[in-house]
């Protein structure tokens, strides 16, 4: 080991090691350590191990002996391979232990998906990097990684991330996609394709519904959209908003998977296989919930300006119409187009409460523009609750 450098700022102090500690040097490290530390038993302590080269059982153990002394120790800054030792040790179990996170640039990378928490680039021909949007998305991160490997193990085709980046001021999760093209390129390249796409993309939504989850592993979208009838307590009639929260009340709970952002920039063709990407939404429900989901997608977003659509999904907004319409179709299974249409109603109700949420708690209120969207949404929706008495199908 080469030096330790102490910093105290308020009640914390910060140790930064460099170099390498081994048995050669592990005894004299722990002495220089102790004689620093001895007079600050109490604060909490950060261990910088940014210049760390290498670090050997020997010096784990003057790490532990260090946590004795600081309960509440962390580890910051931490090289890969440095890291993998002491997540293999155990010590990531035992205390905060944080990676450094090797940079990377997106300037000029093409976007090839898009979901509500981030965006998907590609940085070489072999990998990409999904960006979050909220700069302090760390957990958000490990929470993704989390549910991709979920779904993973529960057969759902995805892509896992095996690393995690800065990305300038925010973070990204890097995954390897050879080739891939979202469903969205697909269909602004090749609209002669939407047979082929609407294919797919059901039989794909079919099996996500078809997968049953451990209890307790995803959030239920129940819940959350109970959540979304409340709020609306305060921007309805009474006998309105009564009426929308005992509708979503009469859905059954669900251990079902819904992935939450079902459109198509989020699956990928990669080869010959079809991927879901931005699993952060990942959730157990009904699928009224998903429909609902898609219809904004595709339709709700741009109903008072369709550039909306165009502008998100890559492609004419007419094409975004078609695609969900007949996806419902092939959900359903049936040509019926006054049961299309029904179904439809029922997954609005849920869509429109979601985007007047969304919009008022985005300052639309402020904003003449949203304004009228917010009127738009709001009067579509009460207009639905008139006429509709179940969301169940």
């Known amino acids: 080991m080469k030096e ?73 800054n931490v090289k890969s391979e440095i ?44 990998n990409v990097v999904k960006v979050c949007k909220n700069p302090d998305a760390l957990e958000d991160i490990q929470h993704e990684r989390e549910v991709a490997r979920l779904a993973l193990v529960l057969g759902i085709p995805t892509a896992i991330s095996y690393d995690v980046v800065r990305v300038g001021d925010s973070y990204g999760s890097v995954f390897e996609l050879l080739d891939a093209k979202s469903f969205s390129k697909i269909l602004s390249q090749n609209p002669e394709k939407m047979d082929w796409c609407v294919k797919e993309y059901v039989d794909l939504l079919k099996k996500i519904h078809a997968t049953e989850v451990p209890a307790g592993e995803l959030p239920d979208m129940r819940q959350t959209a109970l959540g979304w009838a409340d709020f609306m307590q305060d921007y309805l009639p009474a006998d309105y908003a009564g009426k929308l929260k005992a509708l979503i009340e009469e859905v059954p709970q669900s251990n079902h998977m819904i992935h939450g952002d079902y459109h198509t920039k989020n699956l990928e063709l990669t ?115 008139d006429r509709v008495d179940t969301l169940l199908f």
């Not at 699928?287 to 595709?298: D, G, R, T």
């Open 4 to 76: 330790v450098n102490c910093v105290i700022e308020n009640n914390e102090i910060v140790i930064t090691l460099s170099g390498k500690i081994d048995s050669s040097n592990a005894a004299q490290a722990e002495e220089e350590l102790s004689s620093v530390l001895k007079e600050h038993a109490g604060r909490e302590l950060t261990v910088d191990m940014e210049d760390l080269e290498y670090i050997s059982s020997a010096g784990l153990r003057v790490l532990l002996r260090l946590r004795k002394i600081f309960p509440g120790m962390r580890i910051i």
């Open 271 to 385: 080869g010959q296989e079809v991927l879901l990407i931005d699993m952060d939404t990942l959730a157990v429900g009904h699928p009224l919930f998903e429909l609902a989901s898609m219809y904004n997608a595709f339709v709700g977003f741009g109903e008072c300006d369709v550039r909306a659509i165009d502008d998100f999904m890559g492609f004419d907004h007419e094409i975004a119409a078609e695609l969900w319409h007949r996806a419902l179709a092939a959900y359903l299974g049936t040509d019926d187009e006054e049961r299309i249409r029904e179904v439809e109603d029922k997954a609005r109700v849920v869509g429109y409460t979601r985007l007047i949420r969304r919009s008022i708690r985005r300052r639309g209120l402020e904003i003449p523009e949203k304004t009228k969207e917010i009127e738009f949404w709001k009067s579509e929706l009460l207009e639905l609750l």
């Open 83 to 126: 890291y993998e030792i002491l997540d293999m040790t155990g010590f990531t179990q035992m205390m905060d232990v944080q990676k450094a996170y090797r940079e990377v640039s997106v300037e000029g990378c093409e976007v090839i998906g898009e979901g509500a928490n981030g965006k998907v680039y590609r940085i070489d021909g072999d």
